[in-house]
């Protein structure tokens, strides 16, 4: 298997313009998680999807930030507009059930950079 | 309320010697912990993990971990470090019963030649 596959790998951008994240989970997995990492603010858990339904998104920050996942195989977080502030590393990760004990596989992450 | 801490936020030591990296948690309710890695402009990378039996659990690259439910710690370890394990480490609690990890602030391991 590839594992978790994301695109782009980096992303610079200048504020006010619209971001799209694209992330394709392991084959198999039903839960997908996105993750944003920042040196202040280390690991946060923007979303989290399971069976392609968003199940918790309190980790979005703004309106500005929104995530689908139309099927089991591909998933997007888009910014709009951006803003210097959301520069950061977000990772998509997927795992194979819902619940703690199982372990999250993380893609390479999307540096992303708004100028 | 459920809580990581990893007290150290880097670690240097020298090839070859042993190193632990501490990791405690804080949570009401019965947990699984994870160790991960995270090389340079890589994604994260399991370890190793604690769900339940053993409180040993070794994991790859010769890392283990020892779960301490009375100290609330699961202290990474290994005996002797290659200038290769120079990585962040992250420790995740996660609750039994939920989806969400709860990530430490990691600890950079930077090893001496």
């Known amino acids: 298997d590839a594992g978790v596959i994301q695109s782009p790998r980096h992303e610079v951008t200048e504020m006010g313009q619209e971001v799209t994240l694209r992330c394709k989970p392991i084959s198999g997995h039903n839960s997908l998680f996105w993750y944003r990492q920042t040196m202040m603010r280390g690991l946060e858990l923007l979303i989290y999807f399971n069976n392609n339904v968003p199940i918790d998104d309190s980790g979005m920050p703004e309106d500005r930030f929104s995530a689908k996942m139309p099927n089991a195989s591909f998933s997007t977080l888009k910014i709009q507009p951006s803003e210097p502030r959301d520069s950061a590393v977000y990772f998509c990760?997927?795992?194979?059930?819902?619940?703690?004990?199982?372990?999250?596989?993380f893609g390479p992450g999307t540096r992303l950079t708004v100028l | 309320a459920q809580s990581v801490t990893q007290l150290d936020s880097q670690v240097p030591v020298f090839e070859e010697a042993p190193v632990e990296l501490r990791c405690n948690y804080s949570s009401s309710v019965s947990v699984y912990l994870f160790w991960y890695v995270q090389y340079p402009n890589q994604g994260l990378q399991l370890l190793l993990k604690?769900?339940?039996?053993?409180?040993l659990v070794k994991g790859i690259n010769g890392f283990e971990a020892e779960f301490n439910k009375s100290q609330t710690s699961f202290h990474l370890r290994k005996p002797s470090v290659h200038i290769s394990d120079t990585a962040e480490y992250f420790c995740a609690l996660g609750p039994s019963g939920t989806y969400k990890y709860i990530f430490g602030t990691g600890t950079r391991l930077k090893v001496l030649a």
């Open positions: 604690y769900l339940s039996g053993s409180t």
């Open positions: 990760a997927s795992s194979s059930l819902a619940g703690g004990y199982n372990e999250q596989f």
